[in-house]
């Protein structure tokens, strides 16, 4: 009887263990764990900054155009022309163009662009702006939206390493590309702040 | 016995004359409406604008209160799944723990569709309709700077330490003030979103540290709460608060100067697009976004003249 007990016990032991040591779970929900694990929103991020930034300046609109299109029919151009995100947000541009005689007081490049003032920050970049007009991040690809705010931090940081030279030149002028934003309900900007994705300075 | 089956007649009568009642009526079907908590008025509004909504496209609505209890909230949808319900617009209590639910409803084929706070598993809900908290703190954030200044002590009351929205508000509001070495924060501590909680962890905070500045609250019901404790202190006006929701009452502080500035969500646009997807859904529309911000908008003393109501009054 106790043989028996013994042998029961132990079959009820070896059961348990195969039973705990395999885990079963849908092959779909096993893949997008996968993908999850594997997607690292930094390196897509480098990836696009590596191999899509130059492609932005053939898409950019002259600050003149730009401003031209507003004048005329601001909703009719914006959705032309912009990229937005989700429900009540800016429309987001990639434009460029060159500041003549720019001046800089530490935080801001700024000069004249084509009849408007604009204003280049160099000193600190927030938000979301440079991800949103560039058109690389569709928010759905994310696992949540605190890793899509991540890539705009990792963007920013990029860009005050990669674009913003550590001695602003003084003089000369600058050609630019980066991203703006327009509220196509609002009146037009008297400046238009960019975010810059690419700045080359000449004497 | 012919007694206790008139009983058990009339009993039945009743139920489902109350259900009706209940329901509203409508003509395509049941949609039940789950949020978090009903103790906020924030999201009273987004509750009852959504049940609104469903009735306005044809649907019986029935609101549930989560009551902030994940366990109140797997019960909701224990009784939801085995009730013939069409789908669900869904206010989460927790991004993790609130998937199972999700994901219990959409594989018995109801869909779910989250409405402002977030779940962290895509697949788990048909659309997430989300406010874009970070960018709203970071308009917070930069107006922070620039009414406190760049030298200051400041502390922070966060929300639910398991709701991604309290950590997305908290970060944005951080890319921005992190990058001014003046500003100090002393102290972080959260208090659930509630407002008592919070007015007992500002009391806290002052007696802890004399010399702060300003308070950046999670959201309105704990800056209304750090308010009034700053109030009690004696303090009114050398500490500037920042609330994030735009509730009724956070609007009229910053009309009135209790409070710096607040950020408008859109609870009824929010539970509008909710309602509208779900209907869209159910009429065989099946390829949607999964996820869809909805802008914030920073509400301070020079632009609140503009909001109301839960919302921009023009």
């Given amino acids: ?203 | 016995m012919k007694l206790k089956s008139v009983f058990i007649s009339v009993l039945c009568v009743l139920t489902a004359l109350t259900g009706c009642r209940q329901d509203g009526g409508g003509s395509k079907g049941r949609v039940a409406v789950v949020i978090s908590t009903l103790n906020n008025p924030w999201f009273v509004v987004l509750g009852e604008s959504a049940a609104q909504y469903a009735r306005e496209l044809g649907y019986e609505a029935v609101l549930f209160d989560s009551q902030n209890n994940p366990s109140k909230e797997a019960e909701h949808f224990d009784n939801i799944l085995s009730s013939g319900y069409k789908a669900i617009l869904f206010n989460p209590t927790d991004a993790d723990g609130s998937t199972v639910n999700a994901k219990a409803a959409m594989a018995k084929g109801v869909p779910v569709f989250c409405m402002d706070r977030e779940i962290n598993e895509p697949g788990a809900a048909v659309t997430q309709i989300l406010s874009d908290n970070y960018s709203g703190c970071i308009a917070l954030g930069e107006y922070f700077v620039e009414t406190v200044g760049r030298e200051a002590n400041y502390v922070e009351i966060l929300g639910l330490v398991g709701d991604n929205n309290t950590w997305a508000r908290s970060r944005g509001f951080h890319s921005v003030v992190d990058c001014f070495e003046g500003l100090h924060m002393l102290a972080q501590q959260n208090a659930d979103f509630d407002q008592n909680k919070a007015m007992e962890v500002m009391e806290t905070m002052m007696q802890a540290n004399p010399d702060i500045q300003a308070v950046f609250c999670g959201n309105d019901a704990m800056a209304m709460g750090a308010s009034q404790a700053i109030l009690a202190a004696g303090k009114s006006g050398r500490i500037k608060v920042f609330g994030f929701d735009g509730s009724d009452d956070a609007v009229g502080a910053v009309r009135d100067g209790r409070l710096a500035a607040t950020a408008m969500q859109f609870p009824k646009t929010m539970a509008r697009t909710a309602a509208q997807f779900a209907d869209r859904y159910l009429s065989g529309e099946h390829d949607l976004p999964r996820k869809i911000p909805v802008a914030v908008e920073l509400v301070n003393p020079e632009n609140v003249s503009h909001f109301g109501n839960f919302g921009r009054r023009d």
Avoid at chain 1, 81 to 109: M, N, P, Q
Wanted: charged letters at 25%.
């Fill in chain 1, 1 to 203: 009887m106790k043989k028996a007990l013994k042998i029961a016990l132990g079959a009820a032991a070896a059961v348990c263990a195969v039973v705990f040591a395999v885990r079963i779970e849908p092959l779909e929900e096993h893949l997008a764990a996968e993908m999850a694990a594997k997607f690292k929103p930094e390196e897509v991020a480098d990836w696009h900054w590596e191999h899509d930034r130059a492609r932005l300046q053939d898409e950019a609109l002259g600050i003149g155009e730009l401003l031209s299109g507003l004048k005329a029919d601001p909703q009719a151009f914006c959705d032309a022309h912009a990229r937005v995100l989700g429900i009540g947000s800016g429309s987001f541009f990639v434009v460029k163009g060159t500041l003549e005689g720019f001046t800089s007081d530490g935080e801001y490049l700024s000069g004249d662009c084509e009849g408007s003032l604009v204003r280049i920050p160099v000193k600190y970049i927030f938000g979301n702006l440079a991800r949103d007009a560039s058109g690389w991040f569709n928010l759905d690809d994310f696992q949540n939206t605190m890793a899509f705010n991540e890539i705009s931090s990792y963007l920013n940081s990029r860009i005050l390493s990669d674009v913003i030279p550590s001695e602003i030149p003084q003089g000369g002028s600058c050609d630019f590309c980066g991203a703006v934003e327009v509220k196509p309900a609002e009146a037009i900007p008297a400046s238009f702040r960019v975010i810059p994705y690419l700045l080359e300075f000449h004497d």
